[in-house]
């Protein structure tokens, strides 16, 4: 059985920094696709960032770009996002995704991943 579970998220003030993890069982993160997702209320899932299985990054955001970093640990089996220089707008409920295969596709879409945490939320005040 499948399961991504998110952690690190909480309420920061605008310029303060978050890292978020993702913690896979049943899953080996190193060996597919995964990918870093937010969506805040009203607005549709928004992808920010992917990995490949070769460690390619594609930051689809281009809003958090140089702000936000992917990274994973594949000893502890798990996908991490460095969040800094936070941002009001970047308030909203994260979420970790795998594909289920090795390679990402090109943009970022939620509908080409299959297995999803629960999310964890991000607050940042101004």
Not at 46 to 51: A, K, M, N, Q
Not at 94 to 122: E, I
Request: proline share 2%.
């Amino acid at each position: 059985q499948v399961q991504l579970v998110e952690s690190g998220g909480g309420s920061v003030q605008a310029g303060g920094s978050l890292r978020l993890s993702c913690a896979a069982s049943g899953y080996t993160i190193a060996h597919n696709c995964m990918g870093w997702f937010r969506q805040a209320p009203g607005r549709q899932r928004e992808g920010l960032v992917s990995v490949d299985a070769n460690g390619e990054t594609n930051y689809a955001a281009g809003s958090v770009k140089g702000r936000f970093t992917v990274s994973r640990d594949n000893a502890e089996n798990t996908l991490y996002l460095q969040m800094n220089n936070l941002k009001p707008e970047d308030s909203a409920v994260y979420f970790c995704a795998g594909s289920g295969r090795p390679h990402c596709f090109l943009g970022l879409k939620s509908a080409d991943f299959g297995y999803w945490g629960q999310g964890t939320q991000v607050t940042v005040s101004s």
